[in-house]
Nanobody, 124 residues
Framework: QVHLAESGGGRVQAGGSLRLSCSIVGNTADITAVGWFRQTPGMEREFVGRITWNGAHTYVADSVKGRFTISRENAKNMMYLQMNDLAPQDTALYYC?????????????????WGQGTQVTVSS
């Protein structure tokens, strides 16, 4: 079993920055990638970005490209999402997920483990 826990959410004004953290603990031997997703009420979980377990490859959604950056700190089993130039449309509950198998997926259904989420609210 793998347990994930997000932190770092909060309220910020438009144009501001936040850094989300995700701790990943447990049996990570089969994990190939970890990713960030976000969700607003009544909407499906939306892909934000992912990084391979070894940290070598990252990919972010077009909607956040140039503003959000994903990174890993392997020794601490941590993943981060640096969010800059935040906009009200970035307001959501942000989740981190971990997956086994093929690492290149933006589909939340392909992720096997999830954290509880951390709320990000951006005011105009």
């Amino acid at each position: 079993q793998v347990h994930l826990a997000e932190s770092g959410g909060g309220r910020v004004q438009a144009g501001g920055s936040l850094r989300l953290s995700c701790s990943i603990v447990g049996n990570t031997a089969d994990i190939t990638a970890v990713g960030w997703f976000r969700q607003t009420p009544g909407m499906e979980r939306e892909f934000v970005g992912r990084i391979t377990w070894n940290g070598a490859h990252t990919y972010v959604a077009d909607s956040v490209k140039g503003r959000f950056t994903i990174s890993r700190e392997n020794a601490k089993n941590m993943m981060y999402l640096q969010m800059n130039d935040l906009a009200p449309q970035d307001t959501a509950l942000y989740y981190c997920g971990a997956k086994r198998g093929i690492s290149s997926s933006e589909n939340p259904k392909h992720y096997d483990f999830w954290g509880q989420g951390t709320q990000v609210t951006v005011s105009s």
